[in-house]
């Protein structure tokens, strides 16, 4: 496993290089959802969801897509992407402005994201096998604050101990 760690500025873009972005504040958390939607936005056997701040998330290039629809709950979401290349770069969510998801995949520098847990497992890929300490939920977890407290302690340098 990687052991590099990531310095802030985070930035990224899509692959074509259209969009570009930078968070200038480490993400909130960064789990892995294994649900049927997120295979299927994601072309592949999970999302790579990484919650971060939307007034320190900033796109310096490039004027994403919006995409407005409704999640498998109900919940109004908008999903941002390139209107170039077509490459998700992350999701707003009715009621809760101060988030971006970001997909995390489309960072520059992908070497050192390990995801704290891995929800939906219900619907993982059969071979899909999370890290020994990840959480591992069926579905959703009652409470992502569990989540939030083991990403906070992967990362001491960014949430120092009051
Ligand atoms: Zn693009
Ligand atoms: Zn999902």
Same mark, same amino acid.
């Given at each position: ?9 985070? *930035?990224?873009? &899509?692959? /074509? ?12 958390? #960064?789990?892995? /959802? +294994? /649900? *049927?939607? &997120? %295979? ?8 790579? +969801?990484?919650?971060? #701040? ?6 310096? %290039? ?5 995409? !407005?629809?409704?999640? !498998?709950?109900?919940?109004?979401? *908008?999903?941002?992407? &390139?209107?170039? /290349? ?14 971006? +998801?970001?997909?995390?995949? *489309?960072?520059? $520098?992908?070497?050192?994201?390990? !995801? ?16 020994? $300490?990840?959480? &591992?939920?069926?579905? %959703? !977890?009652?409470?992502? +604050?569990? #989540?939030? #407290? ?13």
């Amino acid at each position: 496993m990687s052991s590099t760690r990531p310095a802030l500025p985070l *930035t990224g873009g &899509c692959s /074509c290089g259209a969009i570009r972005y930078e968070i200038v504040s480490f993400p909130l958390l #960064l789990y892995a /959802c +294994n /649900c *049927t939607d &997120c %295979q299927k936005a994601s072309g592949s056997a999970f999302a790579l +969801n990484m919650p971060v #701040l939307a007034r320190d998330f900033h796109v310096l %290039q490039g004027e994403p897509k919006g995409w !407005p629809h409704l999640s !498998p709950k109900g919940v109004a979401v *908008t999903s941002r992407f &390139c209107g170039d /290349c077509g490459g998700r770069i992350y999701g707003e969510r009715a009621g809760r402005a101060e988030i971006v +998801n970001l997909r995390a995949g *489309t960072l520059d $520098d992908t070497s050192w994201l390990v !995801p704290v847990a891995h929800i939906f497992m219900k619907s993982a890929q059969s071979w899909v096998e999370p890290a020994a $300490d990840a959480g &591992c939920y069926e579905t %959703q !977890p009652a409470d992502f +604050n569990t #989540l939030t #407290l083991a990403w906070r302690a992967m990362w001491p340098e960014f949430f120092p101990k009051k």
